[in-house]
């Protein structure tokens, strides 16, 4: 199986920091590596596909990097709205599942 | 307009069954696989399993194999959930999502998920 850890699990910003996330996999995923966004009380959404690829409609202040085992997860300028829970996820290998990281929260500072 | 539409709550005794449903529609159901994510309270997300609607090819997590059983009906087109000996540590936030792939078919991921069920299972 493998095995995502995310780093650090809270994180505190002000509006307009940078910050970045960081997610490590236990093996080798090329670049198979997701993010998502997560409110408190709904769904969670996509953010970031193939590890540098933005979905459909997020601000380019996202960004992601990363290939192999070590990927990153920028905001260039947190707004009000980015104060919330992150996650990233492996699309590798189903061997174990698409696992998830255990998520990072981002609080106002 | 795509969508998967969850129940909203289930409550349910230990040791009872439960299958919760994922309605689709406004896209083919059977071009993508759809899955289920668990989140306990306070918790994160945990990956449950994913089936492929066209012929119900189910994969899951070693975390839940044996534990939950995941189905499809293609007259209803609906993904189901389903336990059949119901415990406390089951309840919590159970997603579905589906499963997407870009363009090139090369990456995949969660496109679009469900509002979530609330399963709580207490005496």
């Known amino acids: 199986d493998i095995l995502m850890t995310q780093s650090p699990s809270s994180l505190s910003a002000s509006i307009g920091d940078r910050v970045t996330i960081t997610c490590r996999a236990s093996?080798?995923?090329?670049?198979?590596l997701n993010w998502y966004q997560q409110e408190p009380g709904k769904a969670p959404h996509l953010l970031i596909y193939?590890?540098?690829n933005l979905d459909s409609g997020v601000p380019s202040r996202f960004s992601g990097r990363g290939t192999g085992t070590d990927f990153t997860l920028t905001i260039s300028s947190l707004q009000p709205e980015d104060f919330t829970t992150y996650y990233c996820q492996q699309s590798y290998s189903t061997v174990g599942g698409y696992t998830f990281g255990q998520g990072t929260k981002l609080e106002i500072k | 307009e795509e969508q998967l539409v969850q129940p909203g709550a289930e409550v349910k005794k230990p040791g009872e069954s439960l299958r919760i449903s994922c309605k689709v529609s406004?896209?083919?159901?059977?071009?993508?696989?759809i899955g289920w994510v668990r989140q306990m309270p306070g918790r994160g997300l945990e990956w449950v399993g994913i089936?492929?609607?066209?012929?119900?090819?189910?994969r899951y997590s070693p975390s839940f194999q044996g534990l939950v059983t995941i189905s499809a009906d293609k007259s209803t087109t609906t993904v189901y959930l389903q336990w059949t000996g119901l415990r406390a540590s089951d309840s919590a936030i159970y997603y579905c999502?589906?499963?997407?792939?870009?363009?090139?078919?090369?990456?995949?991921?969660?496109?679009?998920w469900g509002h979530g069920t609330q399963v709580t299972v207490s005496s």
């Open positions: 406004g896209y083919n159901f059977i071009s993508n696989w």
């Open positions: 089936i492929y609607p066209g012929d119900s090819d189910a």
């Open positions: 193939g590890a540098s």
């Open positions: 999502a589906r499963h997407g792939v870009d363009a090139s078919k090369t990456w995949r991921y969660f496109d679009l």
């Open positions: 093996q080798n995923i090329d670049n198979y």
